[in-house]
């Protein structure tokens, strides 16, 4: 299931963006609690 996300309206400082193989997206975080925060979200 994709679901887009809307990168722009999350308070999330993303430091990385890069696609990877079969259409998933990378994307690195701050910090690990951002990173939950964007699991959440997703």
Known sequence: VKEKVDIKKLD???T???KG???SIIL???SES???K???TV
């Open 16 to 18: 990385k963006l890069k």
């Open 12 to 14: 999330v400082g993303i």
């Open 34 to 36: 951002e990173m939950e």
């Open 21 to 23: 193989n079969k259409g």
């Open 28 to 30: 690195g975080c701050e």
């Open 38 to 40: 964007l699991r959440d």
